[in-house]
């Protein structure tokens, strides 16, 4: 075990980011930090297919969440 390294010290900074997300997107927050958490499970980003899928998971999530936002901000989300 090689201790706290500044790429886990920036997954764990991002994780509490991505906890930031309003609770009314948990639909977009709850893949984002679970494909965050399967990029990160192993303490490292190694390349693996997990890796690369986590990282999928985790940008189609926020970009959706982008595209929500920016949907709201100019009225055009249908009411719920």
Do not use: C, N
Not at 12 to 22: A, D, R, T
Not at 72 to 79: I, K, Q
Request: zero cysteines; hydrophobic letters at 55%; a positive charge.
């Amino acid at each position: 075990m090689g201790g706290i390294t500044p790429a886990l010290v920036f997954a764990l900074l991002f994780m509490v980011l991505l906890g930031v997300i309003p609770r009314r997107y948990w639909y977009l927050q709850l893949p984002a930090v679970l494909g965050w958490v399967l990029v990160w499970i192993d303490s490292a980003f190694t390349g693996h297919w997990t890796d690369s899928l986590g990282v999928t998971i985790t940008v189609f999530s926020l970009l959706w969440l982008a595209l929500t936002w920016k949907r709201a901000r100019s009225g055009t989300e249908p009411d719920r």
